[in-house]
């Protein structure tokens, strides 16, 4: 079990993850983006700015944004920020604090301008000693919040590393699921992002459950396909971790990929969706990135490449999904 961890990042994702790991007892040294935020928790016993119902047991966290304490204190660190501060996050840490420690990611999304997911980005940052593990879902920090059920996935190419982290899970509502695919799963919640988007497009289109599912489908297929691209392991891309995290963002209200998804099929500017948006829809970049990497490939990606033109080049969405329609089988 771990004892000690520190979790970096101060929205909604890191905040659940405090609350799991706090509440089986590990100390948390919590980096928040400034001290007027570790001062508003530290009175509060909440975060203010994000999940701010949720109560925290502060015997066991301590926020802060003092990097270097934090890390020298603890055995595992956990990046748990949207994937556009990440390489900033990184700048501010020195190598040598961090090169024998146990590295975690929790990141859907490329580290903008490297086309590396946050895996492979860290690992080769700093030189680590230890392989990078992963934490992936299928989970929203909401549900999490109010304690409903969840199976989350930790993933690791040291599988032994990765049940001590699963093992340090101590909460009733939480189910850990090891897995060895760190970077598939992180690949696979990059993908499903700008799936949650498709489906919210069709959705603000007035395309129904019946169409969408059919969509879904079909966009399992681009994302296993993908996946075979990058990396060939053996994986079981029904596992929750694939799968289920795909129909976790492509299903529900609280996806924001989702959301952004449906203000533009409902004929909302791209720009104007992402300015109505309150938290970051990782999905509009990853489409980007995702087509700079596959645009010369032989891949077949049909739906993923319709977003991509309709967040990016402003597309029509009807037209688009018109498209779509005619490759759906
Ligand atoms: N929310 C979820 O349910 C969930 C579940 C699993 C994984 N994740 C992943 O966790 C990561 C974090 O997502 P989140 O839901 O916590 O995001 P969020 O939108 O709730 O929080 C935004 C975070 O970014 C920080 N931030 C904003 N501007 C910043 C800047 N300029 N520099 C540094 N930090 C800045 C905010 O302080 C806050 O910490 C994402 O990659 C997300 O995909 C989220």
Redesign the pocket.
Known sequence: MFRNITII????????LVKIFSESGIHISWV??DAA?AEQIQECARNT??LSYVDLNLDFVNPTVDLERAIHSSEMVIF??????LS??AEAIDPAWIVKKQVVV????FVPGTAMV?SIFIQKKFGLVKPVMV???P??????AIKRNTYVTIAGTDTTNADRLKNSIQVKYINGIVNNDPSGVEYV?ILK?IIGIATGIAAGLNYGENFIAVLVSNAMREVNRFLRSVNLLYRDVFDSAYFGDMLVTAYSD?S?NRTLGKLIGRGIKVSQALQAM???A?GYRASEELYVLTKNSELHLPIITSVYRILHQHASAFHEFKLIEKQLR
């Open positions: 990042g101060s929205g909604s994702w890191a905040t659940a928040v983006r935020l700015r994000y748990a920020l949207p994937s556009a501060y900033q996050a929790s990141i859907k999304g946050p934490i992936g879902g989970c929203h920090a909401e549900e999490i919640a992002n609280l924001r309150e938290m970051v990782e």
